[in-house]
């Protein structure tokens, strides 16, 4: 159903552990708040988890519960997991996924709908939000809690005060904050806790621990285990708090120092690993024994926690881990990078390669880094997880290492082109050709094939050095490279701008049949589009309408239609329906393809321009003079930059001399500019302007006045008239 392979523990509450105290009290107050959003906040070890799963195994309404970790810092991968969450509680329509592993805002559309038909109440358990640093993924979860059906409620637990939109914090019914103080355990939950651990005091060591502790519930754990182990007892320092520097002194003190050296060897080495199994932890230690030390450490109760039900794969506490950590720096400076690169080597091994980047990336090792980013960064992007790409990205340049691995440089690139970010693709695409051509990559393709490829995607330097880069291209890439399909497309389309319809064609059916066979239907489908742009130039028409038929259905058959790609489908697909006489047909086409105009830029100019002059002729055909004025304005940006596309600049200028000649009618959605569409998806939302502003990183005047702008090409005076207004003209999407 996911479009990647989920961690099953994020989905479920952490089983009851023997000797966890239960919090009567406080499972009453959630039960019985109203709110429907309530904030457990509190540092690590105040039991917010557990207290959690005492309440959900006790609510009437269904739970669904995510745990959230670094890699949701990703709104694909937090919204999947919180759609499947939901669907196992309230199943969703499939459609939801499908749409999930699209890049663009068409994921949180699609699951607002599905959450917002719900005939009955749910409940959405967000924990560890402390992880969560994409403000984007605040953004849309709270968003997704705002439409949650009447009855329900969103349920977070932080170490912080999550940074959540100003709506969500003052909406009806307001949000309940559960603090450390509340979350401290008093005398008779301690020595509950206590006797759970196996250790007795008397009660007036238990009210002098609970001073100490102030109650933290973690820290009377670890107490416990301390004088388990032979440690300190009564009266013997238990001096610690939730933030309290001298935590590690303490654990290092009175814990580690009473355990078997092998087994303190065994915790602080394991902890570098946020989950572990058996055969890792062997790999990373040299052993053979893991197994058997892991099942006595569950047995313990040592703050081991289970992720799966066949107890293959664990984690440490995320405190008693961080402690962990600092105690084997302290111990083995220098040791813990080494740890993670023979974890790394061990997840490429077995088929685990994002694990193995994360390793790779703690080990400091950039040449793993750049064999194992190459070669997820693809089938990762294709399954809609963008900011996962770009987080890998950025952890390159943070490195200043963007000019050392060109081969990742050239695909980052590239994405950024895709994007819709065209001054970043052109820093990271001069860093590529800085950077050494020699070499080459693991799949036999040269280092120069790659230079070529990107060049003649970026189209600088005018059609015919595009098209003798892509020959370039193609005589230095791997028989079996997925990139051969886009140069036979770039080599056909610098026939088509050069007049060449004998010679466009046959390339351009190459182009798809190895777009095909590399699994590439995007990139087919905008190839079927430039064919029928040759069968249309010959007049062929009933050949042209088929291609345009073709082309949209692979689009939609594949959830492409937020891909830049489908802006020339769209377009092209409206030219063709304006031919056969569907006006309305060609209207819908249009709007499609107008909800992807802020993703044609002069990065990927060719393809741009193509679909905006489409779009333009589409717009006249129509009678939408300021449509078509509108991208025609956005064409000349282009052409600006880049003004050496064969024919495309005298298209642009003939288009201009007959849309000069129209009557212009009243103004529409259509003549919005891409700075106005970029705020359109964001006014959808329950975002203040301010907040806006800050998301898209403009002033609050910038968007004050686009607003305004909108609002007048709209023909409305409110922010709710305008959101109907956009939905009512398609420009949300779907």
Not at 313 to 330: I, K
Not at 499 to 523: I, R, S, W
Not at 621 to 631: E, F, I, M, T
Not at 675 to 685: D, K, N
Request: net charge negative; hydrophobic share 45%.
């Amino acid at each position: 159903m996911a479009s990647f392979k989920l961690q099953e523990a994020k989905l479920h509450p952490p089983a009851a552990r023997p000797g966890i105290v239960t919090r009567p009290a406080l499972v009453d107050r959630l039960l019985t708040s109203p709110a429907p959003v309530v904030c457990l906040l509190g540092p690590p070890g105040y039991g917010k988890t557990t207290l959690l799963a005492q309440w959900a195994a006790r609510e009437p309404r269904p739970v669904s519960w995510v745990a959230v970790d670094r890699h949701d810092n990703d709104p694909a991968v937090l919204l999947t997991y919180i759609a499947v969450a939901l669907d196992r509680v309230r199943p969703l329509d499939p459609a939801v996924f499908a749409a999930l592993a699209s890049p663009g805002r068409r994921a949180l559309a699609a699951l607002v709908a599905a959450v917002s038909s719900m005939a009955d109440p749910v409940c959405l358990v967000l924990d560890h939000v402390e992880l969560l640093t994409n403000q984007q993924c605040l953004d849309e979860a709270a968003e997704l809690a705002i439409h949650l059906p009447p009855g329900s409620r969103l349920t977070l637990a932080s170490r912080s005060r999550p940074q959540l939109p100003l709506v969500l914090q003052r909406g009806e019914g307001g949000m309940v904050e559960i603090g450390a103080d509340q979350l401290a355990m008093d005398q008779d939950e301690a020595q509950a806790l206590l006797e759970g651990a196996g250790v007795g005091l008397t009660g007036a060591e238990v009210a002098e621990l609970v001073g100490r502790t102030e109650g933290w519930p973690v820290g009377l754990y670890l107490a416990a285990l301390a004088v388990k182990a032979g440690g300190a007892r009564r009266g013997a320092g238990f001096a610690f708090t939730g933030d309290d520097r001298f935590m590690a002194d303490y654990l290092r003190q009175e814990l580690l120092a009473r355990l078997p050296p092998e087994l303190v060897l065994f915790l602080t080495r394991t902890a570098v690993l946020d989950r572990m199994c058996p055969p890792l932890c062997d790999a990373v230690l040299g052993t053979g024994d893991s197994g058997r030390v892991l099942e006595s450490l569950e047995g313990s109760n040592l703050l081991l926690v289970a992720l799966d039900r066949d107890h293959g794969w664990y984690r440490y506490h995320h405190l008693f881990g961080e402690l962990l950590r600092a105690e084997l720096e302290r111990r083995e400076p220098g040791l813990a990078g080494r740890l993670h690169a023979r974890a790394a080597a061990w997840c490429e091994d077995n088929e685990l390669p994002e694990l193995a980047v994360d390793h790779a990336q703690a080990a400091g090792d950039s040449d793993r880094v750049a064999e194992l980013v190459l070669g997820v960064m693809q089938p990762v992007w294709a399954s809609g997880r963008v900011d996962t790409v770009l987080g890998w990205m950025e952890w390159f340049e943070a490195r200043n290492l963007i000019e050392r691995y060109s081969a990742v440089t050239v695909h980052g690139a590239l994405i950024l082109a895709l994007l819709g970010r065209p001054a970043k693709a052109e820093r990271w695409a001069e860093a590529a050709e800085r950077a050494p051509s020699a070499g080459k990559l693991p799949d036999g393709s040269t280092m120069e094939s790659y230079l070529a490829y990107l060049r003649a995607l970026l189209c600088r330097d005018g059609v015919g050095a595009m098209r003798r880069d892509a020959t370039l291209a193609l005589e230095g890439l791997s028989p079996s490279s997925p990139y051969r399909a886009a140069m036979l497309h770039t080599q056909g389309v610098a026939d088509l701008l050069d007049g060449d319809l004998e010679g466009a064609d046959p390339v351009l059916g190459d182009a798809f049949d190895a777009a095909t066979q590399a699994g590439a239907p995007p990139l087919a489908a905008v190839v079927l589009a430039e064919r029928g742009i040759v069968a249309a130039a010959r007049d062929d028409w009933p050949t042209a309408e088929a291609f345009a038929e073709r082309a949209l259905a692979i689009v939609g058959h594949g959830g492409f239609d937020a891909y830049w790609t489908s802006a020339l489908v769209y377009a092209w697909a409206a030219r063709a329906a304006l031919h056969r006489g569907d006006s309305g047909a060609a209207r819908g086409h249009v709007t499609r393809a107008a909800r992807l105009r802020p993703l044609l830029t002069y990065a990927l100019p060719v393809v741009s321009a193509q679909a905006l002059l489409e779009l333009a002729r589409a717009y006249v055909a129509l009678g939408d003079p300021h449509g078509a004025h509108a991208v025609l304005d956005q064409v000349q940006g282009i052409l600006q930059r880049r003004p050496s596309l064969g024919d495309l600049p005298g298209q642009a200028d003939d288009l201009l001399a007959e849309v000069a000649s129209l009557d212009r009618p009243a103004l529409g959605g259509s003549s919005l500019t891409t700075a106005e569409l970029r705020i359109i998806p964001l006014l959808a939302t329950h975002l203040a302007f301010r907040e806006i502003a800050e998301r898209l990183h403009l002033s609050p005047y910038t968007v004050k006045s686009q607003t305004m702008s909108i609002y007048r090409k709209l023909g409305v005076n409110s922010r709710s008239a305008a959101v109907e207004r956009i939905q009512e003209v398609g420009l949300l999407g779907s």
